[in-house]
């Protein structure tokens, strides 16, 4: 079932695997070089991403960047 627009699934695939991993906001912020406050409008779907950003969490979760754009 696909629910929202690509932003608002990327973010919850986000969201997921951060919480996975038992990482707070700030954690995948440090890790992947970007803002805390960025992280969580990813997540809320409130910003466009770029691609360049996507694969920095990507990375920096360990996961494909396909796997968080995968819908569910």
Do not use: P
């Given at each position: 079932?696909?629910?929202?627009?690509?932003?608002?699934?990327?973010?919850?695939?986000?969201?997921?695997?951060?919480?996975?991993?038992?990482?707070?906001q700030?954690?995948?912020?440090?890790?992947?070089?970007?803002?805390?406050?960025?992280?969580?409008?990813?997540?809320?779907?409130?910003?466009?991403?770029?691609?360049?950003?996507?694969?920095?969490?990507?990375?920096?979760?360990?996961?494909?960047?396909?796997?968080?754009?995968?819908?569910?």
């Amino acid at each position: 079932m696909v629910v929202g627009t690509a932003r608002i699934r990327f973010g919850i695939a986000v969201r997921r695997q951060r919480n996975q991993l038992g990482w707070s906001q700030e954690e995948l912020a440090d890790r992947s070089g970007l803002h805390r406050t960025y992280i969580g409008q990813i997540e809320r779907g409130a910003r466009n991403i770029s691609i360049d950003n996507m694969e920095c969490l990507a990375e920096a979760l360990a996961v494909s960047l396909s796997e968080l754009l995968k819908s569910e």
